[in-house]
């Protein structure tokens, strides 16, 4: 058995089998919305489309949290060389927010919006209603207060160890994240207000404070797995930061086109939203220098591969993919449409699906008293990164094309057909991704059962003579 260099590190453990678990759901809901695009009456009216939609939504934004939280429980004992400042409001706080969520998964599907928003006091406080932001008003204040007493514990556990690059960026991410969402509270009657700061929570946490979160969660998985002196790698992680910071603060600007702010944002928003590719591709080179600067070749090749894949697919879905429709003239067309939705998958999954799975990969052998899963177990699981991968690449293809068209059909040809029209015109993509979801899934499960796999023991030929055991 392999024993954790600090004992409360064991905590993260509760927190990645959630992360995971939610991670089935949000898939499974996902092949339901996937189906109803082409079945419009799938599951109706037990589980509506707006209502598959929420689900899917918020257990991806919840499972990610679960997955940013037990990371900074893994790895800031280690990094401060301290045990964690309470264990135990750890595990209250898991319970929490668990139960927090569940209860406002079950709200959505069990009783219409509109009853849900009065049973929980949304004329208290109007808060609802809004996307991505659609949890009731319980459900945020719970989210803060989780939150909250989540930094302190981080905090304090920072402030009597040892301070490093890695733990001061993962900090400074996670103030963020817990500051920046006290705007989903803010809810004015003016339709351009609301849109100004609505971005403020989803578009600085997700191009904003996330990318700080997740290049200290490579850095230090990369830390571990190549044995890179730490001055280089802190280097690294000093410059995608800075580029990230710049970049995507007031790159927000490129949301503001056509929501009736000011005119300037057309020029901050294209210019500095143009740049936000930069620290995606700093990462994915970041990524590459470290392992070929290795200096050991570390046994958990599948953590390797995942932290490879985590800069390169980034860099194509944050990156690439956000760069094609970022342009205020090429906006103007794609807004809203399926161009947009498939830069938010490849993005989301490339950046913050795969940053939560590499952590997973390294640090749940090692809660589970092993050092690295066994050859059998990491075979399945390199298997896994490759369905899950392509998969996705292949749904961001296919959403890719739909939008064009739709773009073409829908708002460029003199005369524009109505949107309804235009989507039974590119039911032959939405099957396509519904069947790479499908392969998804089933890397998906293929991951989970991987860390559950164990190497065939090996027989003894006739005449061999096994080694003695030491």
């Known amino acids: 058995m392999t024993q954790l260099p600090y004992k409360s590190q064991a905590v993260a453990k509760p927190y990645f089998m959630a992360a995971i678990a939610l991670f089935v759901g ?21 589980i509506p489309f707006n209502v598959a939609r929420m689900v899917h939504t918020n257990l991806l934004i919840v499972w990610l949290l679960f997955g940013f939280m037990g990371a900074a429980y893994y790895l800031v004992p280690e990094e401060t060389e301290t045990e964690l400042h309470s264990p135990l409001l750890a595990h209250v706080l898991f319970w929490v927010f668990l139960i927090a969520g569940v209860l406002t998964v079950v709200g959505y ?21 809004r996307e991505f932001l ?70 600085l946490w997700v191009e904003g404070v996330w990318e700080l979160i997740m290049a200290a969660i490579l850095g230090f998985v990369l830390l571990k797995v190549t044995g890179v002196d730490r001055e280089v790698i802190e280097k690294w992680l000093y410059v995608i930061v800075t580029l990230a910071l710049v970049t995507g603060i007031i790159g927000t600007g490129h949301h503001y086109y056509w929501i009736g702010a000011p005119a300037y944002w057309q020029w901050w928003g294209g210019i500095f939203s143009a740049l936000e590719p930069l620290p995606f591709f700093a990462m994915t080179v970041f990524c590459f ?12 090749k599948a953590a390797t591969l ?10 194509l879905g944050a990156g690439v993919w956000g760069f094609l429709h970022t342009l205020a003239p ?33 640090a749940m052998p090692m809660l589970r008293g ?73 890397g998906l499960v293929v991951y989970i059962y991987s860390f559950f796999a164990k190497d065939k023991p090996q027989t003894v030929e006739a005449g061999e003579v096994q080694p003695a055991m030491t």
């Not at 919305?33 to 799938?42: P, R, S, W």
């Not at 220098?289 to 958990?300: A, D, S």
């Not at 906006?331 to 590499?358: C, D, E, K, R």
Request: net charge positive; aromatic share 16%; charged share 10%.
């Open 306 to 315: 995942w932290a490879l894949g985590t800069g390169v697919m980034a860099f």
């Open 370 to 442: 092993r050092e690295v899963n066994p050859e059998r177990a990491q075979v399945l699981e390199m298997w896994s990164f490759w369905l899950m991968t392509v998969s996705m690449v292949f749904i961001t293809l296919f959403l890719t094309a739909a939008g064009i068209l739709q773009v073409w059909l829908q708002r460029i040809i003199p005369n524009p057909q109505p949107f309804i029209e235009v989507q039974n015109q590119l039911v032959l993509f939405y099957w396509l991704r519904w069947l790479s979801g499908v392969v998804f899934l089933i």
């Open 134 to 203: 659609e949890q009731p008003l319980p459900t945020k204040v719970g989210i803060v207060v989780v939150a909250l007493a989540f930094l302190y514990n981080i905090g304090m556990t920072i402030l009597k160890g040892r301070k490093t690059a890695i733990t001061m960026i993962l900090l400074i991410g996670l103030i963020g994240l817990a500051v920046l969402f006290l705007f989903a509270f803010y809810n004015p009657s003016n339709l351009v207000k609301d849109k100004y700061f609505w971005w403020w929570v989803v578009h």
């Open 26 to 46: 949000q898939i499974l809901f996902g092949l339901i919305l996937g189906l109803q695009y082409v079945i419009g009456d799938f599951l109706f009216p037990a």
């Open 289 to 300: 220098n470290m392992v070929n600067r290795r200096r050991r070749q570390h046994p958990n």
């Open 109 to 129: 599907l069990a009783v219409p919006y509109a009853t849900l928003a009065q049973m929980t006091g949304n004329d208290l406080l109007e808060t609802m209603g």
């Open 330 to 362: 090429i906006n103007y067309y794609t807004h809203g449409s399926q161009i947009t939705a498939a830069h938010g998958h490849l993005a989301f999954y490339g950046a913050y699906v795969m940053v939560v799975l590499t952590i997973i990969s390294y």
